[in-house]
Structure formats: structure tokens, C-alpha cells
Antibody, heavy 119, light 103 residues
Framework: EEQLVESGGGLVQPGGSLRLSCVASGFTLRNYWMHWVRQIPGKGLVWVGRLKSDGTDTAYADFVKGRFTISRDNAKNTVYLQINSLRNEDTAVYYC????????????WGQGTLVTVSS | DFQMTQSPSSLSASVGDRITITCRASQNISASLNWYQQKPEKAPNLLIYLASILQSGVPSRFSGSGSGTDFTLTISSLQPEDFATYYCQHSWSFGQGTKLEIK
């Protein structure tokens, strides 16, 4: 079964950093585009950023403003989201998502990991 | 900026009803539109892609149509498990969601 499992969320103070991990099973991550999508509790889905299958081409939503970085470890079949300079408004559930490339749908979602930014 | 506008934001209906949710793109996106279902405390699940193609395993009571800027998701006969929130999506943009509740 193809599956994504996120981890790394938790409570962090404003200005802090966190690295979220997303481990893939049942498929090889490097063959796909991987995205991060977040959802403030009770609100809608917001795209955060993506990493193309080449492992280097990234793109981010405007609100990221250089604070987020997506990377990948092929040996661990894992994609990461590094979040720096955390703000209260970054509190959300973060999902990693797989698609098949440009123009394809978000076909596999992880279960999500909750990041809470609070002092 | 590109936007997806979804309506209604909420909808009350009964089991057996036929309902339609609309999604409008701010520019022509051909048929590049996907629909997702999300149940409380769960990740979204792909229902329909390329406007009208049912994802494997999705019941046939779900259907999608449209092209260009206007799209619809229809559920022909609501079942209890269909009460959830639905999102349309194009590329990196999601609609605001439609919460479908039991009347």
C-alpha cells in the first residue's frame, strides 16, 4: 500500500524552528513531485510548497517568505519541511502530499502533523 | 492573482438528496480541476480529477463536470458517509470548501 506518514509536529515558541518529516512507503519518493499543504484548525486547505522529482526544484507560497525549506533524503525515502522563524499564524496541521507531476492531482495524502506555535 | 471561488460555503441536505457544489476559476483552466472530500480529523481524499474522472474506488453517485472557468460536483443521492467538507483545486489553489451537513 502506498502511504505517507508525517511526524515532527509539536508545540514551539514564536521565533523557533521545527523540521517536519514525511516518510513514504510502497513507492519511491524521488519519482514524484511532493507538496506540503497546511490547514489551520477549522479552516481550509492552503498550499505551502513543492519539490519536483529532480530533488532540487522548489516553489513556495508567498506567505512563506523564505522561512520554509523543502528537501528530500532518497536513502530514507523521506521528504522534509524545515520551518524557521515560526509565527502564531503558522499554527496548523501540515500534510505532505504526492502528485504525479505538473497538472496531476494530489493523489496521496499523509495523515498530517499538528504544529502549534505559542508562548 | 489566480483564485478558485467555491459555493456554497455550507449546505444542509438529507439522505437521498441530490446536491451540487460549484467552483469557479478566475481564468480559463480547461479541465484541470480536482475535487477532494475531507472528513473531520482526517486528511483530504481525492474524489475526481480532470473535472470529471472518478478516482478509483469512489462511488458512482459522485460526478463532476465543467471546463474553462465553471465546474460542478454533484452527488446524486446522498448517503450518510457523504456528509463532509468538499474542496475544489487547481494547481496550487484550493477553493474555500463546502461543508455538507445533515438537515
Amino acid at each position: 500500500e502506498e502511504q505517507l506518514v508525517e511526524s515532527g509536529g509539536g508545540l514551539v515558541q514564536p521565533g523557533g524552528s521545527l523540521r517536519l518529516s514525511c516518510v513514504a512507503s510502497g513507492f519511491t519518493l524521488r519519482n514524484y513531485w511532493m507538496h506540503w499543504v497546511r490547514q489551520i484548525p477549522g479552516k481550509g486547505l492552503v498550499w505551502v510548497g513543492r519539490l519536483k522529482s529532480d530533488g532540487t526544484d522548489t516553489a513556495y507560497a508567498d506567505f512563506v517568505k523564505g522561512r520554509f525549506t523543502i528537501s528530500r533524503d532518497n536513502a530514507k525515502n523521506t521528504v522534509y519541511l524545515q520551518i524557521n522563524s515560526l509565527r502564531n499564524e503558522d499554527t496548523a496541521v501540515y500534510y505532505c502530499v504526492r502528485d504525479g507531476g505538473e497538472g496531476t492531482p494530489f493523489e496521496i495524502w499523509g495523515q498530517g502533523t499538528l504544529v502549534t506555535v505559542s508562548s | 492573482d489566480f483564485q478558485m471561488t467555491q459555493s456554497p460555503s455550507s449546505l444542509s441536505a438529507s439522505v437521498g438528496d441530490r446536491i451540487t457544489i460549484t467552483c469557479r476559476a478566475s481564468q480559463n483552466i480547461s479541465a484541470s480541476l480536482n475535487w477532494y472530500q475531507q472528513k473531520p480529523e482526517k486528511a483530504p481524499n481525492l474524489l475526481i480529477y480532470l473535472a470529471s474522472i472518478l478516482q478509483s474506488g469512489v462511488p458512482s453517485r459522485f460526478s463532476g463536470s465543467g471546463s474553462g472557468t465553471d465546474f460542478t460536483l454533484t452527488i446524486s443521492s446522498l448517503q450518510p458517509e457523504d456528509f463532509a467538507t468538499y474542496y475544489c483545486q487547481h494547481s496550487w489553489s484550493f477553493g474555500q470548501g463546502t461543508k455538507l451537513e445533515i438537515k
